[in-house]
């Protein structure tokens, strides 16, 4: 595979096969994420992305926002998808199934993310 | 700066007796009577927070908040003189709602029903074949609502003409609250949620810590240390309707990995701008009748409780920040911080509702207070005062028998 098959920027190889799922934009989109994940899935993302999140976001923090090309789009919405995943794994833990029926109602109407593109 | 104390001080029982001990009256946490009694009393002649001075950047900005518990929907403008303007969104020929945008840009508002055209002044600047109306335009304004703003907030007063302004409702705390980076905010995120409960048993989960540990063992962990195991506050402090608690910080909070890093962020860019600094950041603060103000700069966040009936509400929760989100860390601390309140959130909701479900058997006459809900007991009276005020006043007036 050559490097312009990769979705996300270089250097950020481990977190491809996440892409798909977690990937997203939009809040609402990203926090439904972390109700339709397994908890399999969500531990799986959350181990490979929490050693990548600190050189990740010093990474995307070089360039403004709004200047993003489409990996680093990608990589973004990953890392917002994880704000929302690292609640479940490091918080919740195995009360995180009970909980996302109480989140349910708290429906997410705007998100500071959603306004720089 | 003060330094907190390292061991918790219980505030001791004695500092809140004075607002009594007796126990309350189940009835105005369900009954559509006196549900009723609040809507005259309080809601129509209120300050009511609806909108933050963010939402209207430029002249011709214009926002449009509905009030259920009256009926209204309000319309907020600015003008080309930069003043901000509230009126009810109802055009004056027949009533029609004038604005069903909930916000937007406009020189002018035209109703759709036949076509009359209103200034962000309010007043009618043309309307089709005029000259058949037996009435004078200047007579067609739309109504105005009083309006003022708080640390950015705008509050609105449905009452023609207020018993107090704005300064003179919130009082001292108006300063405290100037001081806080809500009132520089640019931007906010926002969450709302609707919940089958009455706005007072609603808000008063807000104000008090004793369910924390029962409600929110996980998400409220941080919160709790081995000297104060319900994370109950430091101090309470009551300014006529309204009051506030100043929050213990665990000193030894075992923070997650993640959350620190996202925590530590927003702690490290707000420590970065002296502005956002304030010395209430540790306080929280509960406008009379349902508004929750935490001004802390990592979890800035306002907190409105709605009522729509006696047993339906809608909160809504807004995280303000100053700036757009500067870069990816910001855009992603944020993003967390909003997660994090969320989930605290909900898990109160769903307390909430249950606890509606079992007053509205009307099973219990009374609720019970203990000293480390004095908030919610100072709630009640300050709502039940103006109640039996107005309930005395319509008597005396003799449209009540
Ligand atoms: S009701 Fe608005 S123009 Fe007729
Ligand atoms: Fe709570």
Redesign the interface.
Known sequence: MSTTNFLLPAGFEALEPFVKFWAVAGATARAQRRNDCSEQERAAFYDTAKELLAPALAYLDRKPLNKFDEKEKRLMNMLLSLAHVVQAVEVLAQDEEKHAEARRHMKITRATADLNS | MTMQPTTYQLPSNEDVAGLGTTPIPAGPYYRDDYFELEREAIFRRTWIQIGHVCELPEPGSFIVRPIEVANASILITRGKDEKVRAFHNVCTHRGTHLVAEESGNRASFTCRYHSWTFGYDGALRSAPDFERFYVDKSDCGLRPVAVDVCAGLIFVNLDKSPAQGLGEFLGPIAEQLETLSISRAT?????????DANWKLTFDNFQEHYHLRFIH???G?GARGPDNPFAYPVKFDFYGPHRTESVWSNPAADR????Q??LGRLAQIAAADVSRNSSHAKDVFFLFPSLFIQGTPVLPFVHSVMPISATRSRGVVRLY?IG??D???E??A???S???A??V???D??VIEAGQRGLNSGALEFIHFQSQEVLCRHLFHAVDTMVQAHRAGRGAAGVVA
């Open positions: 931007t906010f995120a926002e969450y709302v949620y609707e919940i063992p996980r998400t962990a997650l990995p993640i959350q890093f996202a920040w757009e989100d870069n990816a860390t855009s992603f944020r993003e967390y909003m997660a994090m969320r989930d959130h909900a898990e909701r769903v």
